[in-house]
């Protein structure tokens, strides 16, 4: 039987399983990732975060020296990006003493990342460019087919405003949303989103390979990015109200930067069963 220490953190209650593996000695198949991620017979979490050191991963090109962060959804499934799981893996770096500069730089599937902590808790994370598609895409849930928009903040989004609050708080996310294969072939996360004010929205998501989440990082962005199009505004500012919590977004002419708590709440030692 094999032992592994770990660490259990949330960032607006988007919860992950954190894996230190220094030199990638750890094999992370998906059956692993799907038994630690149980919320009954393991850990429990949305996702799997494993900090690697970047030379080790054959994908990364860049700086060897930098911390990778190895994302992997609840089903075992490998995703480019996370922005909650981005904070809460700087979050741990800094608490274990593993990196001692600003910003903290990290490597990821989507590429270079930064992120600046602050004295309340909060962690600022550079999220890339929020790409919106010209065309539009749909999305069906609850009986209802919606037009939707296609974002990509390293990952794949469809975003879909709704009329009100009420529509947005019965909205049944107990089954996964249908969506066109043609655009999204390697599935996607799907929000929906209510604005509240000229810079508010609040949203609920989908996320792929996950189900409903309280919040998600990349989402917001998404949402955000979607809404700022859709009024032809000026890339300024926008808050985002999730079921965990309130996330900030902030966007200047070369990206996206998310704001919000990230929080490590136990470290352990996990016994895992053999899987197989």
Wanted: aromatic share 6%; with cysteine; charged share 20%.
């Amino acid at each position: 039987m094999q032992t592994l220490g770990f660490a259990k953190g949330h960032a607006t209650h988007n919860d992950f399983v954190i894996l230190l593996d220094r030199e990638a000695m750890t094999s992370v198949s998906a059956q692993t990732v799907r038994w630690l991620c149980d919320r009954r017979a393991g850990i429990g979490g949305d996702g799997l975060l494993r900090a690697v050191r970047s030379e080790l991963i054959p994908e990364w090109h860049g700086d060897p020296s930098l911390w990778f962060m190895d994302y992997r959804n609840a089903d075992g499934s490998i995703a480019e990006m996370c922005g909650n799981g981005l904070r809460l893996f700087v979050r741990y770096l800094i608490d274990q003493g593993l990196v001692d500069t600003e910003p903290v730089q990290v490597a990821t599937r989507a590429g270079l990342r930064e992120a600046w902590p602050y004295p309340d808790g909060r962690i600022k994370v550079s999220m890339g460019q929020a790409v919106v598609a010209e065309q539009p895409t749909w999305v069906e849930a609850d009986g209802h087919r919606y037009t939707a928009t296609m974002v990509d903040v390293g990952n794949p989004h469809a975003v879909v405003r709704l009329d009100d609050i009420e529509a947005l708080k019965t909205l049944d996310l107990t089954i996964a949303p249908i969506y066109d294969p043609a655009d999204y072939p390697a599935g996607v996360n799907v929000e929906f989103i209510v604005p509240t004010s000229e810079n508010e929205l609040a949203m609920r998501v989908f996320e792929r390979g996950v189900g409903e989440t309280q919040s998600c990082g990349t989402g917001v962005v998404a949402s955000a990015a979607a809404q700022l199009d859709r009024l032809g505004a000026q890339a300024t500012g926008m808050a985002v109200t999730v079921p965990g919590g309130t996330l900030k977004v902030d966007f200047d002419a070369e990206q996206a930067y998310l704001t919000g708590p990230a929080v490590v709440v136990a470290h352990g030692r996990v016994n895992l069963p053999k899987l197989g």
